[in-house]
């Protein structure tokens, strides 16, 4: 299949991710049955309501392409376009089951392996990330841009304080990390997007991290001159048989080259 017109996809994401943003409005702070998956996460008829309705709109409209979202069955029939939607409905399910408007709608366009057009939508706070690749990235259609940021001392990172605090970075080769202003988010991929509008300087998660997490935020976060990779400086692949990254830094350059630095040592496990 040749490339798709990532402007025209990145239309069809806006529009229809807007769209699914009111449904969630609806469940948000009231009542609505919530249970938890096999593996413990939590979910919301919320979730399933708007993966449902992106589903229908968006495979309508692109017959053509495959389907990954968290909250669909993965047949695996995905691998066989080189050209599909992916999808997270509610990224940030715990602060929506909190009322805390720190949830988002991801949704991408990823061909060969790569996003080519993604959109993170805060539906509470009316913020609506995007980005098609060579185009830029916007913030409510306003042109966004990654923080000039260098160091890591005082720099503002999105990430778990326990993480930072952990006494096993006072254990060579590892380094205690520099004093830094740390704030988490529950979305990951609005932590992404938050680096990727210059509020915050750097993200980083050194856990297992779905393409549903990541496809969309990934593209919004380069298209500001961002870099995303995993904690070992790997590029992302998405479309593999796991879907799955082993962790995920995202920053300006010269941030990003620091904190790699600092962590690409790690051995992680892929959950």
């Not at 691998?79 to 720190?102: N, Q, S, Y």
Request: charged letters at 25%.
């Amino acid at each position: 299949m040749p490339e798709p017109d990532a402007k025209a996809d990145l239309d069809l994401l806006c529009q229809t991710v807007l769209e699914a943003g009111s449904i969630a409005r609806g469940f948000f702070g009231g009542a609505y049955k919530r249970w938890s998956k096999e593996q413990g996460s939590p979910v919301t008829e919320a979730d399933l309501a708007v993966d449902a309705f992106l589903r229908k709109r968006l495979c309508a409209a692109r017959p053509a392409y495959g389907w990954l979202s968290e909250e669909s069955e993965d047949d695996k029939s995905r691998l066989g376009h080189d050209t599909l939607f992916i999808v997270d409905p509610i990224d940030g399910t715990v602060a929506f089951l909190k009322a805390r408007p720190h949830f988002t709608i991801c949704a991408a366009v990823v061909h060969d392996g790569r996003p080519v057009a993604g959109v993170v939508y805060n539906p509470i706070l009316d913020e609506m990330f995007t980005a098609a690749r060579g185009d830029g990235a916007t913030m409510n259609q306003a042109p966004i841009r990654v923080s000039d940021r260098q160091q890591l001392d005082g720099c503002r990172m999105l990430t778990s304080r326990d993480l930072i605090a952990h006494p096993a970075w006072s254990t060579p080769p590892n380094r205690a990390w520099p004093a830094m202003e740390i704030e988490n988010r529950s979305s990951i991929a609005y932590r992404m997007a938050l680096v990727a509008n210059g509020s915050f300087d750097a993200m980083m998660a050194l856990s297992a991290k779905r393409d549903w997490d990541l496809a969309a935020a990934e593209i919004v976060l380069t298209e500001a001159g961002g870099l995303v990779s995993t904690h070992d400086g790997s590029v992302l692949r998405y479309n593999t048989p796991g879907a799955m990254h082993s962790s995920v830094i995202g920053a300006g350059p010269k941030l990003h080259a620091a904190i790699i630095e600092r962590v690409a040592h790690l051995v992680l496990p892929r959950k």
